[in-house]
């Protein structure tokens, strides 16, 4: 089954190109495209993507918003990459706390583009670490979140899953983080599991988000 891509962004030259290159691709589909955030959830119901790749800024409802009203309304929501002009823009790293799965940079090479699609819908490595850590450097609050880190205090996670996350901040995937442990790659994947579960995380991103602003890990 060929991975399924909603395309939303104001400008139609955008769409225009995200499209041919990811339908160039013999295992991923367009299956439809919106010009604002508002237009979102109803496509993302009728036409049931796997990644939904958003633009951050829209004149009527941003992506951070569109994102945030997905997960909140949407069940079994789609992984969303949120495509943007400036990789260490305050509105990309906003729309990953509010749970996007990872960001595009719109002068993308073709190649890169079509990897962060593949990588989203996979799930299972973190996009672009090294800008995630610099956004979380820049913009989030460096240990300082009292809720992060009283949600991390109540997790209680072992000392394997601790471990696990540290290696996930590094954007391992899960073959490389068994490799690191020399364990088996479904003992990760258990380990991985039982961290967002307890973090209350719904991807890789978000656990790492959490990692940073709660002083788990620095930033730099």
């Known amino acids: 089954m060929p991975v399924t891509v909603l395309l939303v962004d104001d400008e139609p030259l955008v ?3 995200l499209r041919a290159v990811l339908e160039a691709q013999p295992d991923i589909e367009v299956v439809g495209e919106a010009a604002d955030g508002a237009a979102v959830i109803p ?11 958003m633009d951050v800024r829209m004149p009527l409802l941003d992506g951070i918003e569109a994102t945030r009203a997905v997960l909140r309304t949407v069940a079994d929501p789609p992984k969303i990459l949120v495509v943007t ?5 305050e509105y990309v790293y906003e729309a ?3 749970g996007a799965d990872g960001f595009l940079l719109k002068r993308a090479r073709p190649a ?22 610099q956004l979380a450097a820049e913009h989030g609050e460096n240990g300082g979140n009292r809720a992060a880190r009283a949600l991390l205090e109540r997790a209680r996670l072992t000392e394997r899953e601790a471990e696990v996350l540290r290696l996930m901040t590094r954007g391992l995937s899960n073959a490389e983080i ?3 442990l020399v364990v088996g790659a ?5 380990h991985v599991s039982a961290v967002l579960t307890k973090l209350g995380a719904r991807d890789r991103t978000q656990a790492v988000i959490t990692a940073y ?8």
């Open 186 to 190: 479904e003992t990760v994947k258990s």
């Open 96 to 98: 990953l706390r509010a």
């Open 43 to 53: 496509l993302v119901r009728r036409l049931r993507p796997d990644v939904v790749a």
């Open 15 to 17: 769409r225009t190109g």
């Open 112 to 133: 890169e583009i079509v990897h962060a699609v593949r990588l989203v819908a996979e799930g299972e490595s973190l996009l672009f670490p090294a800008s995630v850590r």
């Open 178 to 180: 068994a490799a690191q």
């Open 85 to 89: 002009t400036f990789e260490n823009d």
């Open 213 to 220: 602003e709660s002083g788990f890990v620095a930033p730099g």
